[in-house]
């Protein structure tokens, strides 16, 4: 076990750590991005509800990608599985020590929805 938190809440906002592709120490879906970013947003619903929140409450999210060619793949699963008005968005390329890991996520979700705005 690692030292850190998953998520942390802080006054009416929840930090989520990275939430790479992998589940009991191995990695899923090793080089499928699609199916690894899919994996990711059941995770990152999954630790939101345990603050009552869910993915709609997500402001900014950070995708840490390996091979820029997957963002295809992951723009397709991310507009099929995230709400609108959709987060901010950082998107960085970089690598991981991990063999078969795509992508990592990290977030920032907001309690009060009804006090948020979004432009495209």
């Known amino acids: 076990m690692l030292p850190i938190s998953s998520a942390v809440e802080a006054g009416d906002y929840v930090f989520l750590s990275g939430v790479p ?13 699609a199916r690894q970013t899919e ?7 999954q630790i939101l509800s345990s603050f009552e929140l ?3 409450h997500l402001v900014y999210v950070q995708v840490y990608l390996r091979n820029i060619q997957d963002s295809e793949n992951i723009n397709s699963v991310y507009e099929r599985m995230m709400p ?12 991981f020590t991990a063999e078969g890991v795509c992508l990592e ?13 979004s432009i495209s």
């Open 54 to 56: 869910s993915l709609n």
């Open 105 to 117: 996520i990290n977030g920032i979700a907001y309690r009060k929805l009804e006090q948020t705005k």
């Open 39 to 45: 994996f990711i947003f059941c995770r990152m619903r």
């Open 21 to 33: 592709p992998i589940e009991e120490g191995r990695v899923v879906f090793p080089g499928d991005a």
């Open 84 to 95: 609108r008005p959709y987060p901010a968005r950082k998107l960085v390329t970089t690598d």
